[in-house]
């Protein structure tokens, strides 16, 4: 035996919203004989002895027509009932007026738009995608014009400002037009505050992307996302047709899967309310549309970045590369939804592809040479001081080397080398020398060190084995004819 309340609620699901035996079965959590026997019956007729009488059956004919007459409270039922008789209490009558009560179902007025008036746009969610090493939460953007609902719909991994201006600017794009109105909910994107009975205030960015293409912005009232219904019957649509079943792959592979969609499906479909194809309704609403500016606007969104020591500027827990010379800076960060750009002083110093992987980092090898060249020239200047100071003639030294020798560098790199193994003052002095002997290169000043670095040998005394050495010599006579004068005599 169901109740009163449940009746109502079958009646309701069959007489209004044209459901089946077997959809109302499940959305009461019913038998589908029971739902089909209480169809069959026009009113409700509980089975006798099924419940005590009480004071208020005779009453309860009359409370259900009062309130489908008028909302009226179980107190003010009360009042009239007294007057009729009713001698019961207040509880069973305020616990019998809770279960028959018709529900409240708000009623909307149909919206009527012209041609070229009006666009609507949302968000939908697709679940995760893996990039790389993680995961992002999916998200589509779609645009409807309301007169001819041709739809528009792209895939993001964000819903960022930067991403929900580029919704609309590739949106303006396919539909090569810009509507007269776009209207939107009150996402931090779009609307900064609305508060009830109060003009919305919106967002400085978008307010100045309206401008640039020319559309006034139309925002919904607080909690009250039924006033844009074409996009969010489009949302559903996109998720019932094209999203259900679908294996995600990458972002490249369901925006090209998705705008074969539209054109091949969405759009050529007959609509369910217009009864009529949105492109050819398209067709009608084109020239009521405002021509597409030539002048794309700037999506990027602008922040200042501090550049770290190891020359690299932080977006989304990712690290992108700078030129070394802006090590320790301040940087401007214009972040587009495909790719990084960092100005210093509206110069523009680097740029990369954006990744929504995380952790990453990116460096670009232009970045990296920059940084070894510099620390060469340091190294080499370094090498020229150390150098120089070796003597007062190192500098006139080192030009001569430059005018003889190819390769300077090689031989003072040699010279500063040789400083630290025999010391500077022995350096200085072999420069003096060969100075003076005019010798330019390294090679001499490495012989010149090694030779007086290399030590001399004294000769030693002779020492004879046998004493009888000095008795065995065998002395010629002397030639004393030497000594003879001119006449022949001896002195």
């Not at 919704?167 to 396919?174: D, K, M, R, S, T």
């Not at 259900?244 to 969609?261: E, F, H, I, T």
């Not at 003597?391 to 080397?401: D, G, V």
């Not at 670095?453 to 000095?470: E, Y």
């Amino acid at each position: 035996m169901i109740t009163y309340q449940t009746f109502h609620q079958i009646r309701q699901l069959c007489d209004q919203e044209k459901l089946s035996v077997a959809q109302i079965a499940v959305a009461l959590q019913l038998d589908e004989r029971t739902v089909g026997k209480w169809i069959a019956t026009k009113t409700y007729q509980p089975r006798a002895g099924a419940k005590r009488s009480s004071k208020l059956d005779p009453h309860k004919g009359a409370i259900v027509r009062l309130l489908a007459t008028h909302p009226f409270t179980a107190q003010q039922l009360l009042q009239r009932l007294r007057d009729q008789g009713y001698t019961g209490g207040y509880s069973i009558l305020k616990d019998y007026v809770r279960a028959v009560r018709p529900p409240r179902q708000p009623a909307f007025l149909k919206l009527h738009f012209a041609p070229g008036q009006c666009a609507q746009v949302d968000w939908g969610s697709a679940g995760f995608l893996t990039v790389g090493r993680t995961r992002r939460r999916l998200s589509f953007f779609v645009m409807v014009l309301c007169y001819s609902r041709q739809l528009y719909v792209e895939f993001t991994l964000a819903q960022t400002q930067e991403h929900f201006l580029a919704g609309h600017q590739h949106a303006f794009e396919y539909f090569n037009a810009v509507p007269a109105e776009v209207m939107v909910d009150n996402c931090k994107t779009a609307v900064l505050a609305h508060a009830f009975g109060t003009p919305a205030v919106l967002h400085p960015r978008y307010l100045d992307f309206a401008r640039h293409y020319g559309f006034v912005v139309k925002a919904c009232g607080p909690y009250k996302p039924h006033e844009k219904g074409r996009v969010e019957n489009g949302v559903g649509y996109f998720k019932k047709n094209f999203l259900a079943g679908l294996q995600l792959a990458s972002l490249d592979a369901l925006n090209a899967a998705v705008r074969q969609w539209l054109d091949q499906v969405a759009n050529v479909r007959e609509h369910g309310e217009t009864h009529q194809k949105p492109q050819a309704l398209f067709a009608l609403e084109k020239p009521q549309l405002q021509p597409l500016t030539v002048r794309p606007y700037d999506l990027a969104t602008v922040t200042t970045v501090v550049v770290s020591r190891r020359c690299r500027v932080t977006l989304d827990t990712n690290h992108y590369s700078v030129p070394p010379r802006y090590a320790n800076t301040h940087l401007l960060l214009k972040a587009h939804p495909d790719r990084l750009c960092l100005y210093h002083q509206a110069q523009l110093v680097a740029e990369h592809p954006r990744s929504y992987d995380r952790h990453q980092d990116f460096e670009q090898p232009e970045h990296v040479q920059e940084l070894l060249a510099q620390r060469q020239q340091a190294r080499a200047q370094q090498l020229q001081t150390r150098f120089l100071a070796l003597s007062p003639r190192a500098a006139e030294y080192y030009r001569r080397l430059a005018e003889k020798r190819g390769n300077p560098r090689h031989h003072v790199q040699k010279i500063v080398a040789l400083s630290e193994i025999y010391g500077v003052e022995k350096v200085q002095r072999a420069l003096e020398d060969a100075w003076a002997y005019q010798a330019f290169s390294c090679e001499y000043i490495a012989n010149l060190l090694e030779q007086r670095a290399r030590p001399t040998t004294q000769p030693g005394a002779l020492h004879l084995t046998r004493q009888q050495d000095l008795l065995e010599l065998d002395l010629p006579a002397p030639d004393l004819s030497l000594y003879a004068t001119e006449e022949g005599g001896v002195p």
